[in-house]
């Protein structure tokens, strides 16, 4: 009888252990098989455009670099990312001073549309106040602003002013409107709660408006980072000293067109990193209304 | 915010030999505008509730129950009339009276733990330790059985789950009066009848020192909790139908109220009153 009841535990375990193998594998493997399909989706987005490259370079233009040559004068570009070729910085320094000033004008820019997008989302007085203001600027291009900071900062540090300025201006707007919408949009059951139970100002707004508004505030945010990225490629042009902007244009005037398609690439990938970053960062801070 | 509480509490003290009615609706009318057209909700509603009661609403959808209850609550004024509570005019949402909506309203972005201690911390401020509140806050989170789920959000959890959550919430700030807004319409057959225990359990614990009003349009739920069951004509321009007694003891035991014959009777009658009511019976 002692040997069975012995017997019987290490069969339990070694049954268990074969489970959590088999269920280990069920799970491990429709991951498995997501990731690859998902890969495969990738593989054919990236032969699409591929193929449609090589057909411009056989059909249209001959001057068009090629996306095997492209890619060669990539890879050669970032292995000497991060030195001085010819006493030109490499692509890794572009880049860098590139996102700098995206750093610089983007967080001015935050600092002033959220507080403002709050302003204008909670009284109707300030909205109807400014509502023409944004809707009339915010159109304006970038290549208007850039020349009209020019002459605005021409005492008050000139270009690298006026870039900053370009990049602040063109990136308010999408932060502004969202932030406004998100904390115009608080369902009125929220504002109850906050009356019945007499949340104070301070707790209503760290409580229920800033966490409601948050995810708006993010997606407004991920918008301006997009277009703060797509401005400061045009700025870098017209204003040329250094980033990947200017790299691309010089890249241009010297004929060397691969090392353009490398800006694109750098670009690119730059940009969608920082808009995966911020959509990571919505999810994080989204909740699902439970309300019913 | 703190003297009215305080003369408050004198006045449940003094409770037991007190005639006068706690809560006084006195010809209560309320309008409200869409644009250049004002309806009607509820009109010339009057009622007299006693410390310590519990009065249910009964009616047909969109005939002014919630209106009544928003009023008492101090969410909106009435148009016309008056409402008392303990001798004093309303006048605005206060700490004696606490909600639970149908709709939950939990916050989503607050675990369980927090949707309670915030209102908690929100009523008491300083008038409470910090951890006398975290104790209450476990107190009425245990009571309803939710505390293994504190660290939970809203959305993680079931509409029973989330409707005991605002329940605590509502008897965890101590409020005089309790209102409840149909807080059991969205829930399953099932959920529904244990939460009805859970409610009476937690309000004979309390002492039954809350009055409780309650908006619903389910007779078996008004009978089985109710002192009194108000039957409300249809809207717009709704008032008080019927006054109708719940002469049942307390504490009550739903099988036992089920099969007894007063209850059946009541039931009876007011079926045969909803059932009569001209026009969007069939809502």
Known sequence: MEDVSLALPGLEARGDRSRRARELVARALPAAASTARRAGWSLGSVAIVLAVWQLVCLTISRDFPTPLASFRVTLELWRNAFTKVDGVPGIGFQVLASMRRIAIGFSLSAAFAIPAGLLIGVSPTIRKLFDPIVQVLRPVSPLVWFPLALVAFKNMGGVSSSTLFTIFVTSLWPTLINTAVGVSSLPPDYRIVAKVFRFSRWRYLRMILLPHALPYVLTGLRLSMGTAWLVIVAAEMLSGDMGIGFFAWDAYNAGSYEKMIAAVGAIGGVGLALDRGFTALHRRFSYEEASR | ?283
């Open chain 2, 1 to 283: 915010m703190t003297a009215p509480t305080t003369s408050m509490a004198v006045a449940t003290e003094a409770d037991t030999g007190w005639t006068e009615p706690y809560l006084h609706i006195d010809r209560v009318g309320k309008a409200f505008r869409f644009g250049r057209e004002t309806v009607s909700a509820v009109r010339d509603v009057t009622l007299e509730v006693r410390h310590g009661e519990f009065v249910a609403f009964i009616g047909h959808s969109g005939c002014g129950k919630s209106t009544v209850l928003n009023m008492v609550a101090g969410i909106y004024p009435p148009s016309t009339g008056s409402i008392h509570l303990g001798g004093r005019a309303v006048a605005g949402p206060g700490p004696d009276r606490a909600m639970v909506f149908q709709s939950y309203s939990l916050l989503p972005w607050l675990t369980v733990e927090d949707n309670v201690f915030q209102a908690v911390e929100s009523v008491f401020q300083d008038r409470m330790l910090a951890k006398d509140k975290r104790m209450r806050t476990e107190r009425f989170l245990r009571m309803v059985n939710l505390w293994e789920h504190r660290t939970k959000r809203p959305a993680e959890i079931s509409g029973g789950m989330r409707q005991r959550t605002a329940i605590a919430r509502a008897f965890a700030v101590k409020p005089d009066v309790l209102l409840l807004d149909e807080p059991f319409g969205a829930l399953d057959a099932l959920t529904k009848g244990s939460l009805h225990d859970e409610l009476l359990a937690l309000w004979r614990g309390d002492g039954r020192r809350q009055t409780i009003l309650m908006v619903t349009h389910d007779i078996d739920e008004a009978i089985y909790l109710a002192d009194r069951v108000m039957v409300m004509t249809d809207g717009p321009a709704a008032t008080i139908r019927e006054v109708i007694p719940i002469p049942l003891a307390r504490p009550r035991e739903k099988r036992s109220v089920m099969h007894d014959p007063r209850y059946l009777e009541i039931k009876e009658h007011l079926l045969s009153l909803l059932q009569k009511m001209p026009t969007t019976a069939s809502n």
